[in-house]
């Protein structure tokens, strides 16, 4: 990996030190260029045009978001959010009373919300598998839960958005796929910061985000669908005319691929410029991505793990490049305040976000931390200095 290149690439990331990727990363510059190329062609020549003249484009997006996930295009769909993708892939599921959704305490807050209202709405019920006291899921119990259960659906957030943990999303799909059970992966976080590969993890959905680890720009997501969902004829409760064929009047007929999880409209510069996102990570190699992050974070959490009474929130036995932390001499808000005065970009992680998390920690709130690989060790440093106060 060459950092120097890669820093030259990043417009946004030699004014400041700036560590929210976890939130929304700096883009590259291919990324730039090709949206701004876009919305430049679309004020000339009008959407439409456009998005006829940059076809081949549009369908990289599927190549690239294949072979970033270890799949085939057909099972990739374009969407405009995480949230999105993971709407659509819970609708698809025809959950009746009775039925058991299994997660985590450590999912995602907006999948807990939509549990909680499939829970109003059909009276399913939710099962959170326990935590070992390390913070990593308890796989036995979880096994057993599955096995006694036999749940609708197991979801699992692969990184959750307030801590580092990364849940074991590879082993709980193998005890998914031993007992037949649909399986929904949320790696709003993981993707474009680990290698993800569908295959291993066994999952039958993924959904991601395009603003966050892999720095593309906001308004852009993915959906993978196995191809089990697929040949299952598994489809969002509404599609539309990109999801479907309208064959006679009362008549409709499912797209084969994924793209029955899409929508036609969508931003054609988000799209391409997603693409390009996704190209870059492919180039670089998740393998290399991983390993540089993996090395800055070791040595981030060894220098900060020094200073007295900071406290690195993050649990669990394997650990990302989220990083959370609170100190006993400084509120949340004085270190934010710090943070601001020198110029780094962070996030704040509110009990809001973690509300079965943050308790456990005893606390409320923490600064949230996420370098990338556009990120120096030297910057990480500074960053430790700053925060000895
Ligand atoms: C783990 C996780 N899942 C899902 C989301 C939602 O992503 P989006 O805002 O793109 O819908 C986030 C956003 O922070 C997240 O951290």
């Known amino acids: 990996m060459d950092i120097n290149t890669i820093r030259k690439e990043t417009r946004g990331c030699t004014d400041k030190i700036f560590l929210n990727s976890a939130g929304s990363s700096l883009v590259p510059d291919t990324v730039f260029n090709q949206m701004m190329n876009i919305l430049t062609e679309e004020a000339q020549i009008g959407g439409y045009a456009v998005a006829g003249l940059n076809q081949q484009g549009i369908d990289e997006f599927y190549i690239e978001a294949a072979k970033l996930l270890n799949c085939a295009p057909e099972n990739m769909s374009f969407q405009t959010s995480a949230t999105d993708a993971y709407a659509k892939a819970i609708s698809s599921i025809e959950f009746k009373a009775g039925d058991i959704i299994l997660t985590t305490d450590d999912d995602y807050v907006s999948n807990q919300l939509s549990f909680l209202a499939l829970k109003k709405r059909f009276g399913i019920r939710i099962i959170r598998a326990a935590n070992l006291p390390d913070g990593d899921l308890d796989l036995v119990a979880f096994e057993e839960l599955v096995r006694v259960h036999q749940p609708k659906l197991v979801a699992l957030t692969h990184i959750p958005t307030s801590s580092g943990l990364i849940q074991a999303a590879d082993e709980v799909g193998a005890i998914c796929r031993k007992y037949n059970v649909w399986y929904l992966v949320d790696a709003c976080q993981s993707v474009g910061q680990l290698v993800v590969d569908v295959q291993k993890m066994g999952c039958d959905f993924l959904t991601a985000t395009g603003r966050k680890f892999l720095r593309g720009p906001r308004g852009t997501g993915f959906l993978y669908v196995s191809d089990r969902a697929l040949e299952a004829g598994l489809a969002p409760l509404i599609f539309d005319m990109v999801g479907a064929e309208w064959t006679s009047v009362d008549v409709y007929t499912l797209v084969p691929t994924a793209k029955r999880f899409e929508f036609w409209e969508s931003s054609i510069a988000g799209r391409l410029a997603f693409k390009e996102a996704l190209k870059y990570a492919n180039h670089i190699g998740m393998a290399n991505i991983e390993k540089y992050n993996a090395d800055l974070m070791a040595q981030f959490r060894n220098q900060l793990g020094q200073i007295k009474g900071l406290h690195l ?38 009990i809001g976000s973690a509300m079965i998390n943050f308790p456990k920690k005893k606390i409320k709130n923490a600064v949230r931390l996420s370098p990338h690989y556009f990120n120096t060790p030297e910057e990480l440093e500074k960053v430790v200095a700053i925060l000895d106060f």
């Open 313 to 350: 929130q993050d649990r669990g036995t394997h650990i990302s490049s989220i990083l959370t932390l609170t100190m006993d001499h400084h509120t949340t808000e004085e270190i934010a305040a710090r943070l601001r005065e020198h110029n780094v970009y962070f996030s704040l992680s509110t």
